[in-house]
């Protein structure tokens, strides 16, 4: 069974960082891409950042471009999204999902088949 954790959320000031990991277990995390993705309240989830199975490729999107990066370590399993700058616009439900298939990743939520439970993230001005 393909459990997704997320793990690194909390409180933080306007302007401080945060890291995000993600465990995968039941699968094995070097056949596929991940992605990020963040649900603030009242609000549709959204992308937020996606790496491809080799790590050769990243994608953001335009609102945390510069600030986020997404990375990934095969042999641990884990993906992780390092957070900097943060703003309050940034506060949300952040969720991992594996991509389906062993394709490359995409921004679009439909083409992950796995989700995290998600981690929240309150960014204080």
């Known amino acids: 069974q393909v459990q997704l954790v997320e793990s690194g959320g909390g409180l933080v000031q306007a302007g401080g960082s945060l890291r995000l990991s993600c465990a995968v277990s039941g699968s094995t995390l070097s056949r596929y891409a991940m992605g990020w993705f963040r649900q603030a309240p009242g609000k549709a989830r959204e992308f937020v950042a996606a790496i491809a199975w080799s790590a050769g490729s990243a994608y953001y999107a335009d609102s945390v471009k510069g600030r986020f990066t997404i990375s990934r370590d095969n042999a641990k399993n884990t993906v992780y999204l390092q957070m900097n700058s943060l703003k309050p616009e940034d506060t949300a439900v952040y969720y991992c999902?594996?991509?389906?298939?062993?394709?490359?990743?995409?921004?679009?939520?439909?083409?992950?088949?796995?989700w995290g439970q998600g981690t929240q993230v309150t960014v204080s001005s």
């Open positions: 999902a594996r991509r389906r298939g062993g394709y490359a990743p995409t921004r679009y939520e439909d083409d992950y088949d796995y």
